[in-house]
């Protein structure tokens, strides 16, 4: 059976989704903890990061780097938070976080925020990709 994100990924659910390649995805998650927060998902189903082919788990995480680039550009914080839980979702992702303290990477922070919030959100790290050159920017 299809995990949520890979519902995600193949357009059966809405995402808002600011890079993709044939190997991995990047989209904002609908209960941030600050605005940018971003998911990069393999393609692959694969539940457990420890499971992760070597080239996949590289390519995973020079897509995270990139997005993380594009994230400190769109919204200026100290530092860009790097977690992977995998409890919520049996599908391997990464949660790139804007950080001004150590506090800002606490999940019991997420929350719902308005459409047009994550819209925003998702735009200017779409931008902030095209500004670093990325040919991988979702429309």
Known sequence: MPTL???IINGEIP???????DQAVAFLTIRPIQ???????PRAEI???????PAL???VMHVSQ???????KAFNPTKVGVALVGLEVPHVHVHLVPMWN???????????VPAAQLDAAAEKI???????GKREVSN
């Open 5 to 7: 994100f890979t519902k």
């Open 15 to 21: 995402g808002r989704f600011v890079w993709k390649d």
């Open 35 to 41: 605005d940018g927060h971003t998911l990069i998902v």
């Open 47 to 53: 539940d457990h990061w420890l499971d992760l082919p």
């Open 57 to 59: 788990a590289n390519h």
């Open 66 to 72: 990139e997005v993380g680039r594009a994230i400190q």
């Open 102 to 112: 150590v506090s800002d990477l606490d999940f019991a922070k997420q929350h719902d």
């Open 126 to 132: 779409r931008v902030a990709l095209r500004a670093l």
